[in-house]
Nanobody, 124 residues
Framework: QVQLVESGGGLVQAGGSLRLSCAAS????????MGWFRQAPGKERECVVA????????YYADSVKGRFTISRDNAKNTVYLRMNSLKPEDTAVYYC?????????????????WGQGTQVTVSS
């Protein structure tokens, strides 16, 4: 199994930036495709970004293209989500997810491991 721990969430004003981190432990991180999902109150969990285990393939939801960037450092067993130009509608709990495969895409059911989530709140 792999354990995932997110950090970096918080309260930020609209237009601001945050960087989320997801630290993995337990297995060979470079074997895992990773994703960031978010869930706002009363809404379904949605994929924000995803990245292949070699970082050669990525997915971005239309709502975050040009504002969010996913990256990974396999030497540090960590995946990052850089969020710029934040909007109030980005407010949600953000979850890191992993699956031992090359690339897992945007479907939440394809991921086997999840972190506990980190709250991101964007004020207007």
């Amino acid at each position: 199994q792999v354990q995932l721990v997110e950090s970096g969430g918080g309260l930020v004003q609209a237009g601001g930036s945050l960087r989320l981190s997801c630290a993995a432990s337990g297995r060979t991180f470079s074997n895992y495709a990773m994703g960031w999902f978010r869930q706002a109150p009363g809404k379904e969990r949605e994929c924000v970004v995803a990245i292949s285990r070699s970082a050669g393939r990525t997915y971005y939801a239309d709502s975050v293209k040009g504002r969010f960037t996913i990256s990974r450092d396999n030497a540090k067993n960590t995946v990052y989500l850089r969020m710029n130009s934040l909007k109030p509608e980005d407010t949600a709990v953000y979850y890191c997810a992993a699956k031992e495969t090359y690339y897992s895409g945007s479907y939440y059911g394809a991921y086997d491991y999840w972190g506990q989530g980190t709250q991101v709140t964007v004020s207007s």
